[in-house]
């Protein structure tokens, strides 16, 4: 079997995409991937889902986040963010979703913009609301355990 003239295979951009989560959840590609197509589909229809053809092809995750290129067609690049903008949740569990930037390769948008987030988080006691608790810290932030349920916090909040 032939391959299509270049001409007449798809145009591809790839997008780095940032998932940031509380420590005690790590998204894994599957889950990430359906609600994908769920957010695209709710927001464009069956059709407009289609057409962007989304697809996780990268993913690497930990309790810090995750990071994943996202493929899409060239002309619906636009569309495909706003998809990306209206997921919050992967399996009922809060999610920041983030787009580091957009390339025409695999290769070039995992040397340009992957890798870089992900940090492993420094787990320490501090001292808030006037009593010790467990944080994980990563830079200048830190999530708060308080009781089940975790506090987004700056250095600044606790001592």
């Given at each position: ?13 790839y997008l ?79 999610v920041g ?41 990563l830079d ?20």
């Amino acid at each position: 079997m032939r391959h299509l003239p270049k001409h007449l295979q798809p145009r591809w951009r790839y997008l780095a995409v940032e998932l940031t989560t509380w420590p005690d959840y790590a998204p894994d590609r599957d889950t990430f991937q359906r609600e994908l197509y769920y957010s695209a589909q709710n927001l464009l229809g069956d059709a407009g889902s289609a057409r962007l053809d989304l697809s996780v092809v990268r993913f690497r995750g930990d309790d810090a986040g995750a990071e994943a290129v996202v493929r899409v067609y060239r002309g619906h690049v636009s569309s495909a963010r706003a998809a990306l903008a209206c997921l919050n949740t992967i399996d009922a569990e809060p999610v920041g979703v983030r787009v580091r930037g957009i390339s025409g390769t695999i290769r070039a948008c995992e040397e340009k913009y992957m890798g870089r987030g992900l940090q492993q988080r420094e787990e320490r006691d501090v001292v808030f609301e006037n009593a010790d608790r467990t944080a994980h810290c990563l830079d200048d932030r830190a999530d708060i355990c308080v009781g089940d349920a975790f506090v987004g916090a700056t250095t600044l909040d606790f001592e």
